[in-house]
Every structure is written in structure tokens, then in C-alpha cells.
């Protein structure tokens, strides 16, 4: 029998880097997190053996043998997918899967969390499957210790991809995370994109992470100062000022900027910061900001409106040959 699976991606509206700047030395971090409705589909059954399908063509196939697991863990794509198959196989009593991922309509590499994502599909197949009966937090706990075996020095901001809907506050502190549903009183028109250029998430954060004992200013801009920018931005969510909201994401970039890029190249994002300045996207729009851990990956902007919503679309489209896709947050019935 086949179970169906969805594990959706998020999109950090404010408060990036601040996740794992609080784990390193910091007292806390806070961020705003809204997950998506794109995300990845699969449907899963149990099996003698682990295989993985990319709409039924075998990506992965291996015995329940961990040693066999770990040749697959060198794989850019597939090194998330074994990993994360490798950890439940050692950390609890089960036994072969089939998954096949057979639809994905969340960009990759664009600061939306597919690599967490897919991380968390496999964890979600397996407690689905076989019946672990796993909370939200000990999936994300789970995917947050596997994204580290896999070298990378993120924080848990990825992780909310547990939840299904809604958007969060999200406070980091060094032994735990604190989650809390936001309430919005009005829509707010986003738009986010994939900027069809190349981004480093893993180098932006090795280099974070190396200059932020020694920068000061990094560590003001995640700890007090990142703070400041979501508590105001979860005010204007509250009280639906689009305009307000705006400012706060453009202000955050700047400090962005000033404070980040000094400690990766990687971060100076010639054509994001193109964008960024554009008449027409600034004109008809409240904020706009970079996308995840920073980089020409993505972009997101808060529209004036619906109609500007529909036009910043259709321009970024015959301007850029960018395909835009639209978000409206809102008070959830």
C-alpha cells in the first residue's frame, strides 16, 4: 500500500543567518518564516531494500547494508538522500523503503530549503511507513543533524519545512527552538524568484562562520539589531501595514549588506542588488530583499497590490526572463 507525502519548502522573510549565530555564541536569534505551497511530492512503501525514484527512474538502490548507504554519501544530490536514509536505518528498528519522488515544484538552490526538504521527505516517508510516530521538533532535530554529518554549518531555520502551513516566529536559542504562529490581519502581496544565476550556500556560511568571532559588527547585525527587524516586522504583519513592512525589509538589506558582505564575496550579488534598484520593481513595490543565505539565488519582493503584484510578474518576466511566482499572505479561516 502506498502512502502520499508533501513536504513543503519556506521562505524566510526576515531574520536569515541568525539561526546559527545563536548556537555559536549568541544568547539568541530570531526569524520569520512562511512555509510554501510548493515542495516536494513522493508516494512511499515499505520494501526489502531502499529505493529512491525521480518519477519512477531508480536514482538509489541499495540493501539495508550502511556501508552500501555511505557509497552514495559523496553524490551532491544523492549524498542528502543516503544520509538522511543512513541516520533512521541506525537510529530506529525499521526496514526497506520505496519512495518515488514524483513531482517538484520547489526551486532547488535558491534559499527555499529544498536540501532540508529533502531531507525531510526521507525522514516523513519512514515515519510515515512505519508508524515512528515522530514530533514536528525531533523531525527537525533529526534533519538539522544531518545537514551537519553533511558538513554543512547551518542553523535550524531550515527545519520549519516540518510544519505544513502558516508563518512563524522562530527563536534560536543555544539548547533549543522556540516556534509561534503569527497571526496576519490583512494580505500582503509577495512575490519570490529564482534570479537564474549561481549561488554558494555552503561557501557563505563557511565564511560567516569563520569571520563572526572576530567581526563585531556581525555579530550586533544577527544578534541586537536582527531582533529590532523582525520584532518590527511582526507588528506591521499584525497590524497589515504592507508599507511599514516594506521599509523594514529594505532597511534589513542594507544592513545586510554592510554587515555580511565584508565576510564573503560570495554575498555581493551584483545581479540580485541590480534588481534590487530597478525603477519599475521599486516603484511598484513596498520592500525588497535577498532570498535564504544571501547571494544571486533568489529574490523576494512585497508588491503595492494585487494588480502591481501581476505586473512586477509580467515585467520581470520580459525584462529578465525571470519566472516570478506569486505569495499572498493572509489571515488564515
Request: net charge positive.
Amino acid at each position: 500500500m502506498e502512502t502520499n507525502i508533501f513536504i513543503p519548502g519556506r521562505l524566510c522573510l526576515i531574520g536569515e543567518h541568525s539561526d546559527w549565530a545563536a548556537i555559536k555564541n549568541q544568547k539568541y536569534g530570531y526569524a520569520i518564516a512562511t512555509i510554501l505551497k510548493e515542495g516536494i511530492y513522493a508516494k512511499v512503501s515499505k520494501n526489502d531494500k531502499i529505493i529512491i525514484c525521480d518519477n519512477k527512474n531508480v536514482i538509489l538502490k541499495s540493501d539495508l547494508s550502511l556501508k552500501q548507504l555511505e557509497q552514495n554519501l559523496k553524490d551532491k544530490y544523492l549524498k542528502y538522500i543516503a544520509n538522511a536514509c543512513y541516520y533512521i536505518l541506525n537510529n530506529y528498528n525499521v526496514g526497506g523503503i520505496k519512495i518515488n519522488i514524483y513531482k517538484t515544484t520547489l526551486l532547488v538552490k535558491k534559499g527555499l530549503a529544498s536540501s532540508t526538504a529533502i531531507i525531510l521527505t526521507i525522514i516523513e516517508s519512514f515515519n510515515e511507513v512505519y508508524n515512528l510516530k515522530l514530533s514536528k521538533k525531533k523531525k527537525m532535530q533529526i534533519a538539522y543533524d544531518v545537514e551537519h554529518y553533511l558538513g554543512s554549518k547551518c542553523g535550524m531555520l531550515d527545519t520549519i519545512c516540518a510544519y505544513k502551513n502558516g508563518t512563524y516566529l522562530i527563536e534560536f536559542r543555544k539548547t533549543k527552538t522556540l516556534i509561534s504562529k503569527i497571526d496576519i490581519s490583512k494580505k500582503f502581496y509577495f512575490i519570490y524568484a529564482d534570479l537564474n544565476k549561481s549561488k554558494n550556500t555552503l561557501k557563505i556560511l563557511s565564511d560567516l562562520n569563520n569571520n563572526f568571532d572576530k567581526s563585531k559588527k556581525m555579530q550586533k547585525f544577527l544578534g541586537i539589531h536582527n531582533e529590532r527587524f523582525v520584532n518590527k516586522a511582526i507588528e506591521y504583519l499584525k497590524k497589515g501595514d504592507s508599507l511599514k513592512l516594506g521599509k523594514v525589509m529594505v532597511d534589513f538589506q542594507k544592513e545586510f549588506d554592510k554587515s555580511l558582505i565584508p565576510a564573503s564575496k560570495y554575498l555581493e550579488a551584483p545581479y540580485l542588488h541590480k534588481l534590487l534598484n530597478d525603477k519599475f520593481i521599486k516603484k511598484n513595490s513596498y520592500g525588497r530583499k535577498g532570498i535564504g543565505s544571501g547571494g544571486d539565488g533568489g529574490i523576494q519582493i512585497l508588491a503595492k497590490s494585487n494588480l502591481a503584484q501581476k505586473e512586477i510578474i509580467n515585467y520581470l518576466k520580459e525584462k529578465y526572463d525571470i519566472n516570478a511566482i506569486s505569495l499572498v499572505l493572509e489571515e488564515e479561516k
